[in-house]
Structures are given as structure tokens and as C-alpha cells.
């Protein structure tokens, strides 16, 4: 089952933070997050792994908690180029990742 | 590195003829995925491969799809007749392993059915 995303949509100034949620009504293996630019291919950002381990980018954090099912990702001091859709992915059973619809993120001058 | 590498990159034709999309994944990657993209449906997996056999194909929406894996360095997604349904965006992606590692995607190829 498709995770849901919120929100939808975000417009920022640049330098301001963002939180994007995702949360599936299955328990979770691992949560992906991705970054797709228009016309481009998604690109990987973050895994977040039962048990707490985490890979991924610098600047990027995020948080699972697996009781819920719910994993957060943090924008912190928002750049021009953070703009794109964000995707969570998540393993609700071994090898296979399902998407959520996306948030879309415009970060302004 | 070369990354994941698909042709062609826009394939426009008429409905009821074959398609076939084309991937080259990452060399190493031992899994391979094809996903299909639309606004109305996001990004949807249609099947996976591992060390070449097809491992899940429940996300193929019909038998007019269909999925091949010849060798480690090629795959192919076949469509066959083709409808206007059928346009999207086809990804390919590969990974060294499926769940704790990232899954690096291709540039994509936008299939346009008239």
C-alpha cells in the first residue's frame, strides 16, 4: 500500500527549513528518500534503516520511528537548489519499495 | 562511473505497435528494477531482477508487457501492442542490494503513444 506523503507542496524562502512526512500503514523494513528535479531521474538522498542506522546526505537529516511507521525528512537552511519532488520509498517487505506521491518543494530567492 | 544508461531517451509511435525500452545498469549491481511514471499513478515498480531472473513482475499491468534480463549488463521492457494508456515515463534502476542500499535510477525514457 502507497505511503502517504504531506505535504503536497511547499514554497520556501531560501534559508528556511522544511519537514516532509511520509507514513505507511505496514510495518517497514527501511524508508528511501529521493529528490527528483523536473525532467530528470530521481536521486537517492537517504536510507533510514530498522534499527536506527542511517545513510545519506550531509545536509539532509531525517528521523524513523518504526513503532509508527512514520519517517521525517529536514530541510535545514533551505538552497535554491533543494527545489524538486521529494519521494519516500518504503520496504514494507524485503526488496521491494513502494512510493509515495511525492512533495512537491520550491524554495524562492 | 558510468551510471545507469537507457535509450532511448524519447520514443514517440502509434498505438499497436511494439516498444521495446532498453537498460544498462550499474556493472556490480546485482538487482535490476523498471518503474513506470505518471501523474495520475506517481512511480509504480512494474518488475525486479535478480542476478537476472525476474524475481516479482505483480506490478506488469498486462501481458502486453513484458521484461528481459539476457545477461548481467542488459535488460529489456517490451510493449506489445501498445496503447495510449501506455505513455509515461519508464525508469530503470539498479543496486548492489535491494533494501539497505540506494537504488541508482537511469535518465529515463519518455514513451509517448498516439
Known amino acids: 500500500q502507497q505511503p502517504v506523503q504531506s505535504p503536497q507542496a511547499v514554497i520556501l524562502r531560501e534559508g528556511e527549513d522544511a519537514v516532509i512526512n511520509c507514513s505507511s500503514s505496514k510495518a517497514l523494513y527501511s524508508v528511501h528518500w529521493y529528490r527528483q528535479k523536473h525532467g530528470e531521474a530521481p536521486v537517492f538522498l537517504m536510507i533510514l534503516l530498522k534499527g536506527g542506522e542511517q545513510k545519506g546526505h550531509e545536509k539532509i537529516s531525517a528521523s524513523f520511528n518504526e513503532k509508527k511507521q512514520q519517517s521525517s525528512l529536514y530541510l535545514t537552511a533551505s538552497q535554491l537548489s533543494y527545489s524538486g519532488t521529494y519521494f519516500c520509498g518504503t520496504e514494507p517487505s524485503s526488496y521491494k519499495l513502494i512510493f509515495g506521491s511525492g512533495t512537491r518543494l520550491l524554495v524562492r530567492p | 562511473d558510468a551510471g545507469v544508461i537507457q535509450s532511448p531517451r524519447h520514443e514517440v509511435t502509434e498505438m499497436g505497435q511494439e516498444v521495446t525500452l532498453r537498460c544498462k545498469p550499474i556493472?556490480?549491481?546485482?538487482?535490476l528494477f523498471w518503474y513506470r511514471q505518471t501523474m495520475m499513478r506517481g512511480l509504480e515498480l512494474l518488475i525486479y531482477f535478480n542476478n537476472n531472473v525476474p524475481i516479482d513482475d505483480s506490478g506488469m499491468p498486462e501481458d502486453r508487457f513484458s521484461a528481459k534480463m539476457p545477461n548481467a549488463s542488459f535488460s529489456t521492457l517490451k510493449i506489445q501492442p501498445s496503447e495510449p494508456r501506455d505513455s509515461a515515463v519508464y525508469f530503470c534502476?539498479?543496486?548492489?542490494?535491494?533494501?539497505?542500499?540506494?537504488?541508482?535510477f537511469g535518465d529515463g525514457t519518455r514513451l509517448s503513444i498516439l
Open positions: 534502476a539498479s543496486s548492489v542490494s535491494p533494501g539497505a542500499q540506494p537504488q541508482h
Open positions: 556493472s556490480g549491481h546485482d538487482y
